[in-house]
Nanobody
């Protein structure tokens, strides 16, 4: 499985970005998908996750109410809509896939089998 993240960029505080992660393979719908991020000098952290059918989502406390994860299994793509962005959201954002049917999505990095290459999000103050 290959994951390709895109949509990052430079945005002012309060702005919005939409990240996309396209997956190869015909079994995308069997994966739990998630977004993680890693800021300079910090550990990679969980941001949001979504179950295989898209009915259950999970968010880090720091992004609840501002970010929304969704997926289109027909298009093999998972999205992260990021609103009301803050400078502390600046990081490289990674998508990841988990082959286990976890409810809700796991927040531990070790649960994920596949990782995308990351896309840079920079929020200026």
């Amino acid at each position: 499985v290959q994951l390709q993240a895109s949509g990052g960029g430079l945005v002012q505080a309060g702005g919005s970005l939409r990240l996309s992660c396209a997956a190869s393979g015909r079994i995308f719908g069997t994966y739990v998908m998630a977004w993680f991020r890693q800021a300079p000098g910090k550990e990679r952290e969980f941001v949001a996750g979504i179950t295989r059918g898209g009915k259950i989502t999970e968010y880090a406390d720091s992004v609840k109410g501002r970010f929304a994860v969704s997926r289109d299994n027909a298009a093999n793509t998972v999205y992260l809509q990021m609103n009301s962005l803050k400078p502390e959201d600046t990081a490289v954002y990674y998508c990841a896939g988990d082959s286990a049917p976890r409810y809700p999505p796991a927040q531990a990095l070790s649960a994920y089998d596949w990782w995308g290459q990351g896309t840079q999000v920079t929020v200026s103050s």
